[in-house]
């Protein structure tokens, strides 16, 4: 649905392009949540908007739309091995909103081609 469109291709170089954002070092503003959990609570967020704005979804459409999702967290935990598990910084609290942000909006043109 979304991870095998060029897209998710391109979000996912961008992430990788960005990678020096998370090389930060211990102690600058940090959150209390991680750079993983942040992006796990920020995408499911955009999920359960996506899903809330579009009721006709069929049941088996939200569960592709979840399992799109899965695939998602797990190529980030792949891409952030090494720093998934460090405090988030304002700054990558910030990046993770916005990537987030468009994750959603790639969930956004499938459900029109997916409902049309």
Known sequence: MVTDKDG????VQYLTEN????ETPEGRGLSDETVMELFEEQLSAQIIMVCGQ???LSFSQR???IR???AIV???EEILAHVGKKKATPEQTHFIADFSGL????FDQE???LIA
């Open 54 to 56: 579009n009721p006709e």
């Open 8 to 11: 998710y291709m391109h979000l």
């Open 19 to 22: 990678l020096g954002l998370f």
């Open 103 to 106: 994750i959603k909006n790639l």
């Open 74 to 76: 797990y190529d980030l």
């Open 68 to 70: 799109e999702v899965d």
């Open 63 to 65: 569960n592709m739309i």
């Open 111 to 113: 459900i029109v081609k």
